[in-house]
């Protein structure tokens, strides 16, 4: 199973809102050979670090490709830049920020690619959503669930499911 989780909170000069930003980065992927299998409900979340920055909007998909994890990494990175993502400060605000969490279970340690995705398992805005569409997915290190690795944190993390 690969798994990519989505968010911004940000509006895109291109398409708006987060709302309407996010499913129009979802299209462009099903462009680059990524097809969406199943897309979670979306979540309005807290930022992580907790800041003054507005809330973000996160959902997780799974999908289908041929491309490898570097290769579908660069996909990734270059829809962002379509989108208007500029780098800079870590957990800064941002329009479009796609993160490849699980790659089917592989686990891979580069400078430029981590797999399992680091921090996953210690972030509701990206357990929630794997819960919904995943429920027996495993974290391929800790073997727990999404739900289980969610009873584990702490209330502090807020999030919000949108009505479909």
Request: hydrophobic share 45%; proline share 9%.
């Amino acid at each position: 199973m690969i798994l990519i989780g989505i968010g911004g909170n940000l509006p895109s000069s291109r398409f708006g809102p987060p709302i309407e930003t996010l499913p129009a980065a979802l299209a462009v992927l099903e462009t680059e050979h990524i097809k969406i299998l199943k897309r979670s409900a979306w979540y309005h979340t807290e930022p992580v670090p907790r800041s003054d920055q507005p809330w973000f909007l996160n959902a997780v998909v799974s999908v289908a490709t041929q491309l490898g994890p570097e290769d579908l990494l660069e996909a990734l990175k270059a829809t962002e830049r379509q989108f208007g993502r500029v780098r800079g400060q870590l957990n800064a605000s941002r329009v479009l920020d796609l993160d490849i969490l699980d790659y089917h279970a592989a686990r891979t340690y580069t400078s430029l690619l981590v797999l399992p995705h680091p921090s996953l398992h210690q972030r509701r805005f990206v357990l929630l959503p794997i819960a919904d569409i995943a429920p027996d997915w495993q974290h391929p290190i800790f073997g727990l669930t999404a739900q289980q690795l969610l009873a584990q944190l702490s209330s502090e993390q807020q999030a919000a499911r949108l009505p479909c």
